[in-house]
T-cell receptor
Framework: LAKTTQPISMDSYEGQEVNITCSHNNIATNDYITWYQQFPSQGPRFIIQ???TKVTNEVASLFIPADRKSSTLSLPRVSLSDTAVYYC?????????????FGRGTQLTVWP | GAVVSQHPSWVICKSGTSVKIECRSL??????MFWYRQFPKQSLMLMATSNEGSKATYEQGVEKDKFLINHASLTLSTLTVTSAHPEDSSFYIC???????????FGQGTRLTVV
């Protein structure tokens, strides 16, 4: 599985847009990029998944350049409740059948 | 989205005893479930894949005789920590993926403290 690299931590203020970038230089052709959010003492929660270009849902946007060696999770207008750890994962969503290997994640802290 | 529930949310046990943690898929059938462990300030580590009706598949370095996994039905997997010791104290999380869905759903986690 492709290894991912993310910043360990990021800080932001309420109302700002936050962009968290993940590097995955060894991403395979069949791999998808998935982001999860985890609050303390809770299980991770799926945020968004994409393969290329841009994906947007009600929570976030995911930008993936043409070479797919990195991706950026964009959270618009963050609030205090967005303070959490964000994980970027890369894998073949078919064959892995749910087996996920988490990296260190990015601790996002949103300040008032 | 689909719901995965764990029980208990937290448990304290004495060293040397065994503890069972349940993971249920509430609104879908899961032939495969997954167990993770997370130590404080660390990431989730995949421990094993629980397969309904067959033996679990353990990740390298995970003791199968210490972490017993049973997946007796399509909606229930259990993880039993046998002869627990303080170093087994951790946050245990299960997940499952609904058939046809590409996202994994996680339980709320179980905080195990061995004293």
């Amino acid at each position: 599985l492709a290894k991912t690299t993310q910043p360990i931590s990021m800080d932001s203020y309420e109302g700002q847009e936050v962009n968290i970038t993940c590097s995955h230089n060894n991403i395979a052709t069949n791999d998808y990029i998935t982001w999860y959010q985890q609050f303390p003492s809770q299980g991770p929660r799926f945020i968004i998944q994409g393969y290329k270009t841009k994906v947007t849902n009600e929570v976030a946007s995911l930008f993936i350049p043409a070479d797919r060696k990195s991706s950026t999770l964009s959270l618009p207008r963050v609030s205090l409740s967005d303070t959490a750890v964000y994980y970027c994962l890369v894998g073949d969503r078919g064959s892995t059948l749910g087996r996920l290997y988490f990296g260190r994640g990015t601790q996002l802290t949103v300040w008032p | 989205g689909a719901v995965v529930s764990q029980h208990p949310s937290w448990v304290i046990c004495k060293s040397g005893t065994s503890v069972k943690i349940e993971c249920r898929s509430l609104d879908f059938q899961a032939t495969t479930m997954f167990w993770y462990r997370q130590f404080p300030k660390q990431s989730l580590m995949l421990m094993a894949t629980s397969n309904e009706g067959s033996k679990a598949t353990y990740e390298q370095g995970v003791e199968k005789d210490k972490f017993l996994i049973n997946h007796a039905s399509l909606t229930l997997s259990t993880l039993t920590v046998t002869s627990a010791h303080p170093e087994d104290s951790s946050f245990y999380i299960c997940s499952a993926r609904e058939p046809g869905n590409t996202e994994a759903f996680f339980g709320q986690g179980t905080r195990l403290t061995v004293v």
